[in-house]
């Protein structure tokens, strides 16, 4: 396979699982392991494309935020955007500072991705049993900005997942206005996490050469292909549940720990 259909494959994988509730970081580990690793600043290069879609998906709204604080509701949606930022960027910090990283082996993103389909059912079954509500609370953003953390600390685990079942869970019910939070807090912090990842890039060589041509597809491949999956998937939890992704999570895990290279 040549490195160019390598690098539209790895943006098609970014720009599909960024935003579905899949781990897009479990899901190009895996496909590294067959199509070779890397330089890291691609992989920060392609996820900004991803996450530039979903800025232009939700570019009306937040037009809307940003020019209404003057609107008692505006505002108090913008602080709460603000609170889970926050959380998320000092414990993410911290938790770098001390150590944690993601590893470079299949078998915990396989698990995570059969452990977190299980806890999405779960999770599921719990909130489709409460009361219907749309109002995102400030323990939905302290909870939505302690799972950003969990998630970059456990590889599989899928931000948008954690992000939108605990949303889901901590009260805010319906399934569209959990999703629009989790996707509205994540532009600010993976815009923030991709910005110091590609200034660690720039200071170090970790050995592989890097090619302006093969960033710049991988930028708009996983653009346009964000943007796609995005549109598609706020049409389709306006009547589906996320319990297909769960399922396919753990399929994919089990086939993975089933893998002699990789479970056993």
């Avoid at 720009?15 to 392991?33: K, R, W, Y």
């Avoid at 330089?39 to 940003?66: H, K, S, T």
């Avoid at 931000?159 to 079942?165: G, K």
């Amino acid at each position: 396979m040549t490195d160019s259909v390598a690098t539209v494959l790895l943006g098609l994988i970014e720009g599909i699982t960024e935003f579905l509730p899949v781990s897009s970081t479990g899901h190009l580990l895996i496909a590294e392991h067959w199509l070779g690793r890397r330089p890291d600043v691609f992989n920060v290069v392609i996820q900004a494309g991803a996450i530039l879609a979903v800025v232009l998906i939700y570019r009306a709204r937040l037009w809307q935020l940003a020019s209404g604080l003057d609107q008692p509701a505006n505002r108090d949606y913008a602080a709460k955007l603000a609170m889970s930022f926050l959380i998320t960027a000092v414990l993410g910090f911290a938790a770098t500072r001390l150590g944690f990283k993601l590893p470079e082996t299949i078998a915990p993103v396989a698990w995570a991705l059969v452990l977190g389909g299980v806890w999405m059912l779960a999770a599921e079954w719990f909130a489709a049993r409460q009361p219907e509500c749309s109002a995102v609370s400030w323990r939905v953003a302290v909870l939505v900005g302690l799972a950003q953390v969990v998630a970059g600390v456990f590889p599989g685990t899928s931000r948008s997942a954690a992000t939108i079942f605990v949303a889901l869970l901590a009260g805010t019910s319906n399934r569209a206005a959990a999703t629009e939070f989790a996707f509205l807090v994540g532009i600010p912090t993976m815009f923030a996490a991709s910005g110091y990842e590609l200034l660690k890039a720039s200071k170090a060589n970790d050995g592989v050469p890097l090619d302006g041509g093969a960033l710049a597809v991988g930028f708009v491949v996983s653009m346009l292909t964000a943007f796609v999956a995005v549109k598609w998937l706020l049409g389709y939890i306006r009547s589906h549940r996320y319990t297909a992704f769960a399922w396919y999570r753990i399929v994919l895990g089990l086939a993975l720990l089933a893998a002699p290279a990789i479970g056993g």
